[in-house]
């Protein structure tokens, strides 16, 4: 699609820089099947192992990490009668023991995505040209679907994390799909979004007619 994916989940945690020598996971494509979810075409599922890795965002507010472990998997999706091809991006710790049990999905501002907690297996996506809270339900499956066949096990909590335009696709996520999420971390959701396109405006607007 017209989006560069920047993923960036970021920060897996010290606990995953420094990975352990036992009940490691294998992490290969062979692993997965393809879910079968309602509203979605599974086109491919792959997976590899990604050791120390590094990550340079280059911006204020951004942390730059290096010796990252993590199982890489990707997964090809498109809604049914579109023409659209989406890239559903999932993280996984490789060690059972460094995952802490719950799932995080992650929506970023703007058209971003992005952010990634500690122990978390975190799943985001580039969300094509437009993302709705239908989108983010049907991620939000598939990253549950990956967690289980991966660990053994479903996750034992799944919250979703965002700002701006992917907090408000939080907010429309716990008002629709209700039991899907044991949490919503909203922070600065953009709910008024009209006042929020043309708020950068207004200040212009004065200026100019006060010929400032």
Request: charged share 15%; hydrophobic share 40%; aromatic share 10%.
């Amino acid at each position: 699609m017209g989006l560069n994916f920047w993923v960036p989940l970021l920060a897996f945690g010290s606990t995953l820089i420094t990975e352990a020598k036992n009940t490691l996971l294998v992490c290969e494509s062979s692993t997965f099947t393809l879910p079968d979810i309602a509203g979605l075409n599974i086109l491919s599922i792959t997976a590899e192992p990604k050791r120390n890795q590094s990550l340079h965002f280059g911006l204020p507010l951004y942390l730059d990490l290096s010796g990252l472990n993590y199982c890489d998997v990707k997964v090809q999706v498109c809604y049914p009668n579109s023409n659209d091809n989406v890239l559903v991006q999932i993280w996984l710790p490789l060690n059972l023991k460094d995952w802490n049990g719950c799932l995080q999905a992650a929506g970023g501002g703007g058209a971003a995505t992005g952010l990634f907690d500690s122990e978390y297996a975190a799943v985001s996506t580039n969300g094509g040209y437009f993302c709705t809270q239908d989108d983010m339900a049907l991620l939000i499956g598939l990253g549950k679907s990956v967690v289980e066949q991966f660990f053994g096990k479903a996750a034992h909590h799944s919250y979703y994390n965002g700002c701006s335009q992917g907090d408000r696709q939080g907010y429309a996520l716990a008002q629709k799909y209700s039991d899907l999420l044991d949490g919503v971390n909203g922070k600065c959701p953009s709910i008024g979004f009209l006042d929020v396109a043309m708020g950068p405006y207004w200040p212009q607007l004065v200026m100019k007619e006060e010929s400032i």
